[in-house]
């Protein structure tokens, strides 16, 4: 057992089976150490500029504030699996100031490094992120695509979680699934009752699952080659996620790209934003620019008022429609 408590059981037969308890208040508890205030020296002045820039009190006012603090400034990035086009990915530099955009382990160092540079004690973990139920296996299933990275920090006398990869994470992930996945999760669960069967003896399983993997097959055949392609129900997240596509804010983006200005290919809206007022676009005003920051909101911040932000991207839209005919 490892000093944050992880148990790792090496080169084990595989006919033995195992048990362990632990007490997870116990480890929530463990006091931190001197790793925990670490920022590495070619980082610590970035960490430093990142901190002063959160405020002249960062970090002054105890950990929790401080948690909070990192929670806002993160607030504005957003998740992406594009490293750019340099060997080994975008350093931290380009995450923190320019890009403002990465994948979980991103997030989860430069949040653990913000904190201890704000003299909050952090960590880096690893796990998966566990919230994909299964109807059919009856329990929820864990892909190598929820792995997933976050930081720890000591607030109030224990390690608390700060995930602050935005949350669209699961289904930017989920996109990337293939088609073939339906197939792989049920011979994944033949695969598991099998040796379920094995580990406990139960007899006659053999028999249920060779009956199972039977009607499991005629089922995948039926509905991959022979039941009629429908559109299934969208889920609260594809509805969301749909509306944010469907806001106003494109109509405006699209207009703006008739008129000459189009949004580069991998530009994100702000740096677009800024490279029209660097070229004198004539068609800029405070609507756009409340337009866009409307827009990260919308796509971006958890647990926001979709309706509200709707209304205003919409009310923006036109506000800004009205000056171009006014003009």
């Not at 504030?65 to 086009?85: I, M, N």
């Amino acid at each position: 057992m490892n000093a944050p408590g992880s148990v790792r059981i090496a080169d084990a037969p595989p006919f033995v089976r195992f048990q362990v308890a632990y007490a997870p208040d116990a480890l929530a508890r463990t006091a931190p150490n001197d790793a925990d205030f670490h920022v590495p020296r070619m980082l610590a002045p970035l960490f430093t500029e990142v901190a002063a820039g959160l405020g002249p009190t960062a970090g002054a006012s105890g950990p929790a504030a401080a948690v909070e603090q990192v929670r806002r400034f993160f607030g504005g990035f957003r998740y992406s699996l594009w490293l750019g086009d340099r060997a080994g990915g975008k350093d931290m530099r380009d995450f923190l100031t320019v890009s403002r955009a990465g994948h979980c382990e991103y997030f989860a160092t430069a949040t653990a490094l913000l904190l201890r540079s704000m003299g909050v004690p952090a960590r880096y973990a690893v796990g998966y992120s566990v919230q994909e139920w299964s109807g059919f296996d009856g329990q929820y299933v864990v892909r190598r695509s929820h792995a997933h990275a976050w930081a720890q920090a000591y607030v109030g006398g224990a390690w608390v979680d700060v995930d602050t990869t935005p949350a669209i994470w699961v289904e930017a992930e989920a996109e990337r699934s293939s088609w073939l996945r339906p197939l792989y999760d049920r011979a994944s669960w033949l695969w598991y009752r099998y040796n379920a069967w094995r580990a406990a003896g139960e007899e006659g399983l053999g028999l249920w699952l060779l009956a199972g993997a039977v009607l499991v097959c005629a089922w995948l055949y039926w509905r991959l080659f022979r039941r009629p392609r429908t559109r299934t129900a969208a889920t609260a997240t594809d509805a969301a996620r749909r509306a944010a596509r469907e806001s106003a804010y494109f109509q405006v983006e699209d207009a703006l790209a008739r008129a000459g200005y189009p949004r580069g290919a991998g530009e994100t809206p702000r740096r677009w934003l800024a490279r029209l007022a660097a070229d004198g676009c004539p068609h800029l005003d405070d609507a756009v620019a409340s337009l866009v920051e409307a827009h990260y909101e919308l796509e971006y911040r958890p647990g926001a008022d979709r309706a509200a932000l709707l209304a205003r991207i919409r009310a923006l839209a036109e506000h800004w429609r009205a000056g171009r005919r006014a003009a």
